[in-house]
């Protein structure tokens, strides 16, 4: 099965800083990588699939590299309404897995 | 408008069972796989169970093989999950989720329906 790990598991960040998370795969997963945002109580969004295209309506501040078996999810800067629960996760193969999640924090 | 609804949570005793269904509107609901995606209070998502479009291949988390089945009813438009034998680490905020506009990520969610298990 194939290990998810985000990294950090927090960060605190101030509106307009630019935030960087990272997602590292124990397998090779080659591009088969998404990115989601969570608030509470809400279910999660697709900001990012495919590694490193842009679900339609997500703003372009949002931007997703990598392949193989280390990701990035950049925040270019931050805005009030990004403050959420962001989680990578790997559809290369069954079992899909999640990152354990990267809580985005006012600083 | 592309919408899925989930339905069929509540409480119930560690060793029950429960249906979850989730109802799905406002896209071709056979030609897509359809996954439950679950969430344990203060806890991340995980991914539980996927099935095919035509219904002929699901998949499972280890800790759910052989107590919980996913199917489908194409005609109806409808997911369902059995869980049988609940445990209480099995208490979360089940999802429904599919992708039809990325077809390898969860681009649609449902609003998520909450399983309790007593002990």
């Known amino acids: 099965d194939i290990q998810m790990t985000q990294s950090p598991s927090s960060v605190s960040a101030s509106v307009g800083d630019r935030v960087t998370i990272t997602c590292r795969a124990s397998?090779?997963?080659?591009?088969?990588l998404a990115w989601y945002q969570q608030k509470p109580g809400k279910a999660p969004k697709l900001l990012i699939f495919?590694?490193?295209n842009l679900h339609s309506g997500v703003p372009s501040r949002f931007s997703g590299s990598g392949s193989g078996t280390e990701f990035t999810l950049t925040i270019a800067s931050l805005q009030p309404e990004d403050f959420a629960t962001y989680y990578c996760q790997q559809a290369n193969s069954f079992p899909y897995s999640f990152g354990q999640g990267t809580k985005l924090e006012i600083k | 408008e592309v919408e899925l609804l989930e339905s069929g949570g509540g409480l119930v005793q560690r060793g029950g069972s429960l249906r979850l269904s989730c109802a799905a509107s406002g896209f071709t609901f056979r030609n897509y796989a359809m996954s439950w995606v679950r969430q344990a209070p203060g806890k991340g998502l995980e991914w539980v169970s996927s099935i095919s479009g035509p219904g002929d291949s699901t998949y499972y988390t280890d800790s759910v093989k052989g107590r919980f089945s996913i199917s489908r009813d194409n005609s109806k438009n409808t997911l369902y999950v059995q869980m049988n034998r609940l445990r209480a680490e099995d208490s979360a905020v089940y999802y429904c989720?599919?992708?039809?506009?990325?077809?390898?990520?969860?681009?649609?969610w449902g609003q998520g329906t909450v399983v309790t298990v007593s002990s």
């Open positions: 989720a599919t992708d039809p506009m990325t077809a390898d990520a969860f681009d649609i």
């Open positions: 397998q090779h997963i080659s591009s088969w």
């Open positions: 495919a590694a490193s």
